[in-house]
């Protein structure tokens, strides 16, 4: 396998010759924060959207970082990656404990941690399961903490699904790692950012996109029901862009393949940012 490049706490390095203490807070409490990058044709994907979320992630947990620093490694695992397409992942932990605590010492130094990895943008159709959102009600912060969704996503796995849809109570929530869109024959839905999800930088460029093209459009507050009798149901991510649901596994659904508003969106979409 070819050697991934990453850096460790500024320092550049191959992945397999990084070494991590056992006592980062990441690994023990996972008091950390993270960001996924893509980039295409060797250029970020609304960069300076993804810098200002990781700044914000650290400033919900408290924890102090120098943002220019961190932005400039980003920028160089991008360039000395040499990949034209992929992404980066980044993670800043609050720091290294001297002996597991669940109270931090100020004092400590945060860790950061990042690598560069191929990936290819190529369009997917996802098999998904529905299921109850079981995660905490800090969803909006990208922290590592994520065995809510881990969780969920293997068990949706026994049944040959490679996503999940979440509700909270009936309430529709997000995907375990995209956020929900669906449309009806003549507008499309997405949950609101009050429903404890996380504020996906690839929606808030979809809703931009969706804006410019005028097509009628709603964030708000969905039920279930209102999934099952949507034509067209896409998740969006970082690294999905925009794929489409071609099955629900446990509920029944009425989806036509390939609607004309998720073609829309797909186009504009893969224009702006996939080409
Ligand atoms: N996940 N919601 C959750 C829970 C996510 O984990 C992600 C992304 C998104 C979409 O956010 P964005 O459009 O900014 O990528 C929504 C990343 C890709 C991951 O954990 O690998």
Same mark, same amino acid.
């Given at each position: 396998m070819k050697k991934i490049y990453a850096v460790y706490n500024g320092s550049f390095n191959y992945l397999e010759d990084i070494k991590i203490s056992p006592l980062s807070r990441a690994y023990t409490f996972s008091d950390s924060v993270y960001e996924v990058i893509p980039f295409f044709n060797f250029k970020a994907i609304a960069y300076k959207k993804h810098i200002h979320r990781l700044q914000n992630s650290c400033n919900a947990l408290g924890i102090s970082i120098n943002i220019e620093a961190i932005s400039s490694e980003i920028t160089s695992l991008i360039k000395n990656s040499r990949l034209e397409n992929g992404y980066i992942y980044y993670q800043i932990s609050r720091g290294i404990d001297a002996? &597991?605590?669940h109270m931090y010492e100020d004092s400590l130094d945060e860790e950061t941690f990042g690598y560069a990895v191929e990936h290819n943008f190529n369009s997917q159709t996802l098999k998904v399961s529905l299921c109850e959102d *079981? &995660?905490?009600? &800090?969803?909006d912060i990208k922290s590592t903490s994520l065995l809510g969704n881990v969780l969920s996503m293997n068990q949706a796995k026994k049944d040959g699904c490679n996503e999940v849809i979440m509700h909270k109570a009936n309430l529709l929530t997000e995907g375990g790692a995209s956020n929900i869109f669906f449309a009806t024959d003549d507008c499309i839905y997405t949950p609101s950012l009050? $429903? $404890?999800i996380l504020p996906g930088i690839t929606r808030e460029l979809l809703i931009e996109e969706i804006r410019n093209l005028g097509l009628n459009f709603e964030e708000g507050d969905y039920n279930v029901e209102e999934l099952s009798s949507a034509k067209s149901i896409w998740l969006t991510s970082s690294t999905k862009g925009l794929a489409q649901v071609a099955? *629900?596994?446990n509920l029944n659904t009425n989806l036509i393949t390939n609607h004309k508003l998720f073609l829309e969106c797909e186009r504009s979409f893969n224009n702006k940012y996939l080409s």
């Open positions: 002996l &597991r605590s *079981i &995660r905490w009600q &800090r969803c009050a $429903n $404890n099955e *629900i596994v």
